[in-house]
């Protein structure tokens, strides 16, 4: 990995929100960092934590009508290719032309059609029947997936993910910036040379943080545990010390030659307009 990367492509993910008083939110937060630094585009989340694909949809729909540039998230798990096909139809219809790409989480319910069993499979179907109008994201793995049998057959996968079309991948989120630097020096071993973009979670809440993490396998280190531990209930501590660490691994990828940066803001500005203004870009 070489030098900074002036033209770096910062963007946000958004969950959809479940009541009225969240979408007026939504609406705030998307305005507040607007305000600060533009992100490229904005996320939305398919089906995660416990929101529906409808909300997805409408979240995607109410932004893209305000002409804001919107990546739904799709995922095709529970989803037959009919359904798949329509979804494609409309976000054509809506102008959306950039996607991020998943198999998503096995359902409690196993809920299953059995058309599509990995993201692969989505990717080399959205290439069928769209061609290349979207623009495909896909997800990766520096720390592994949680399923992954071993890290090589985690990479093979993440391969034909790339080699069923995918122009560029987001990754799960981290705090080890050796994970990112031996993926993308894997990749570049093997010729993988589209963007590959750190998923960066701000660090807020200690309690939600090793709950997400536990599930998604990202590993919080020691010291960094040890840390928001002691802050306990001293929230400024806590959320300096976590701003301070995240602003100094957003740097560091930066310098290092990241493509950008995917902030995972769970809906709110104020973390990641913080981390954008200790950026040294
Ligand atoms: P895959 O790439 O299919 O991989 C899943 C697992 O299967 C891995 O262990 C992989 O090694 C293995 N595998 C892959 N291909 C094969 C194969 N051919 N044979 C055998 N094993 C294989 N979840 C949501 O529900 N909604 C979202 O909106 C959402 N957004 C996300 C955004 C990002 C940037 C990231 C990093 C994750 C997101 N997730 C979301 C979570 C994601 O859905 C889960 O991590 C899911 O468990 C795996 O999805 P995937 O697309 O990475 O799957």
């Known amino acids: 990995m070489s030098t900074t990367n002036s033209s770096a492509v910062l963007s946000c993910e958004f969950f959809p929100p479940r009541t009225e008083a969240g979408v007026e939110k939504l609406l705030v937060t998307q305005q507040t960092?607007?305000?600060v630094f533009q992100p490229a585009y904005y996320s939305v989340t398919f089906g995660a934590g416990g929101?529906?694909?409808?909300?997805?949809?409408?979240t995607v729909t109410l932004l893209s009508k305000k002409g804001i540039n919107?990546?739904?998230?799709?995922?095709?798990?529970?989803s037959s290719k009919q359904q798949i096909k329509e979804l494609l139809e409309l976000y054509k219809s809506l102008g959306i032309s950039r996607m991020v790409t998943l198999r998503g989480d096995i359902p409690e319910s196993g809920e299953s059609t059995?058309?599509?069993s990995h993201a692969n499979e989505l990717v080399s179907f959205i290439r069928e029947t769209t061609g290349n109008h979207f623009t495909i994201e896909v997800a990766a793995y520096p720390e592994y997936h949680p399923e992954s049998v071993s890290p090589q057959s985690d990479f093979e996968h993440f391969k034909s993910k790339v080699a069923a079309g995918a122009d560029g991948a987001i990754t799960q989120y981290f705090y080890n910036i050796d994970a990112y630097s031996r993926f993308i020096d894997n990749c570049q071993r093997e010729n993988i040379n589209?963007?590959?973009t750190p998923g960066i979670m701000p660090i807020t809440?200690?309690?939600?943080?090793?709950?997400?993490s536990d599930i998604c396998g990202a590993e919080i280190p020691r010291w960094i545990r040890k840390q928001l531990?002691?802050?306990?209930d001293d929230k400024e501590s806590l959320r300096s010390f976590g701003l301070d660490v995240t602003s100094n691994l957003c740097n560091q990828l930066l310098q290092q030659g990241a493509p950008g940066l995917h902030f995972y803001?769970?809906?709110q500005a104020g973390a990641t307009n913080a981390i954008w203004k200790n950026l040294s870009i």
């Not at 919107?70 to 529970?78: D, E, K, L, Q, T």
């Not at 809440?205 to 997400?212: D, T, V």
């Open 33 to 35: 960092l607007n305000d």
């Open 229 to 232: 531990e002691a802050y306990a």
């Open 114 to 116: 059995k058309e599509f």
């Open 205 to 212: 809440n200690y309690a939600s943080l090793i709950r997400f």
């Open 265 to 267: 803001t769970l809906n």
């Open 51 to 58: 929101t529906t694909r409808e909300s997805t949809l409408e």
């Open 70 to 78: 919107v990546a739904p998230h799709i995922s095709c798990i529970g």
């Open 194 to 196: 589209i963007p590959i």
